[in-house]
């Protein structure tokens, strides 16, 4: 995880993990980082010991308002890839794959390299 993180070094300010716990497999993860232009992306992602995972990838701007939000919450059953979807800035909702956390720094940096051209 901070190899990943590492990676992504040149638009990342800082960051903290509030939590990190491993069990054999399983694993519980609640971290913040913080971006070159003070966005903000909140992550818990845990693993549990049956191979359920369950995950919020929420990414907010410096006013605190949301950007995107990956997450595995059980409330859109109609969609096609329940229960993996995103929530988009204006609070609407579309099917997603499942996610990472190197996937969603990859999207970030997009949005960053887009905000500085």
Do not use: C
Not at 86 to 110: F, G, P, Q, R
Request: proline fraction near 2%; charge should be positive.
């Amino acid at each position: 995880m901070i190899q990943t993180i590492n990676r992504f070094s040149d638009f990342i300010k800082d960051y903290e993990i509030l939590k990190y716990r491993t069990t054999g497999k399983s694993y519980e993860l609640v971290l913040i980082i913080i971006f070159i232009d003070l966005s903000e992306l909140h992550v818990r992602d845990y693993l549990f010991l049956d191979g359920k995972r369950k995950y919020a990838f929420h990414y907010q701007d410096i006013d605190l308002k949301q950007i995107f939000r990956y997450d595995t919450a059980p409330h859109w059953k109609n969609s096609k890839t329940f229960p993996y979807h995103k929530h988009l800035k204006d609070n609407s909702i579309i099917d997603s794959k499942i996610m990472y956390l190197e996937s969603v720094l990859n999207e970030i940096v997009k949005i960053l390299r887009e905000e500085t051209r």
